[in-house]
């Protein structure tokens, strides 16, 4: 890999690692200034504690040479929400990933009202079906102006209609909830809706007969 250029690297990574989730991150940094943007290097990293992992580049607008304004947000305040992407929100979600300089509400561009946190002064999408309050659990620089940020979820919200409860068990409608991710190439997205069904098989395997 190291002796690819940048662009190669990024590539192998980008179009095979398929499909990405998408956090849909939302700052309100030092100043008081809210920020939205989508990544998709991202994923839950456990439940005990409940941890999420963000992958955050240099940012390009700036020549590489600055943090993007979700990276410096959380250094200065150690706190974001996550919202999970549906495809009523795709549009907007995409305009939030617009190079705007710092300082834009990229909510208040794509039309979307902001929420009150329970926890933390970031704030959450009004309209975004699951989201999560986090706070920084840890930051790991991964190079210049860029790192992943792992946040431990002290809140989720979830509306009711993905919600019930099944013989004392909770039941998460996720088929419902109609969430996209990143695929293969520039501007692809897939949805989740041919979703393939396998039953977990534990030791020892089955006699077939
Ligand atoms: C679907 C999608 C996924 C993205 N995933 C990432 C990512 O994982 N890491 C990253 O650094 N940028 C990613 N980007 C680009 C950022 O969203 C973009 O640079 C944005 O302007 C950053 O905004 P900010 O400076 O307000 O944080 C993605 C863009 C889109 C549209």
Not at 17 to 42: E, L, Q
Not at 131 to 155: D, K, M, N, Y
């Amino acid at each position: 890999m190291d002796r690819l250029d940048p662009a190669a690297r990024y590539k192998l990574l980008v179009n095979t690692i398929t499909p990405r989730p998408i956090a849909w991150v939302v700052t309100r940094d030092a100043g008081g200034r809210v920020n939205a943007a989508p990544y998709s290097f991202f994923n839950a990293m456990g439940g005990t504690p409940p941890l999420v992992a963000i992958g955050m580049a240099p940012d390009v607008q700036r020549g590489e040479t600055g943090d993007k304004d979700s990276l410096r947000a959380i250094r200065e305040t150690g706190a974001f929400t996550v919202a999970l992407v549906d495809e009523a929100h795709a549009q907007a979600m995409n305009l939030t990933a617009v190079n705007a300089p710092a300082g834009v509400d990229e909510l208040a561009l794509a039309g979307l009202d902001a929420a009150p946190a329970t926890s933390i002064a970031a704030p959450l999408i009004a309209s975004a079906p699951v989201q999560f309050e986090c706070r920084l659990w840890r930051l790991v620089e991964t190079g210049p102006h860029s790192a992943i940020v792992i946040g431990e979820v002290q809140v989720t919200h979830i509306e009711d209609r993905f919600l019930s409860e099944e013989g004392g068990k909770l039941r998460i409608d996720n088929p419902a909830m109609q969430l996209i991710g990143r695929s293969y190439a520039a501007g692809e997205y897939v949805r989740n809706a041919a979703p393939l069904h396998m039953d977990r098989v534990s030791w020892p395997l089955e006699d077939k007969d």
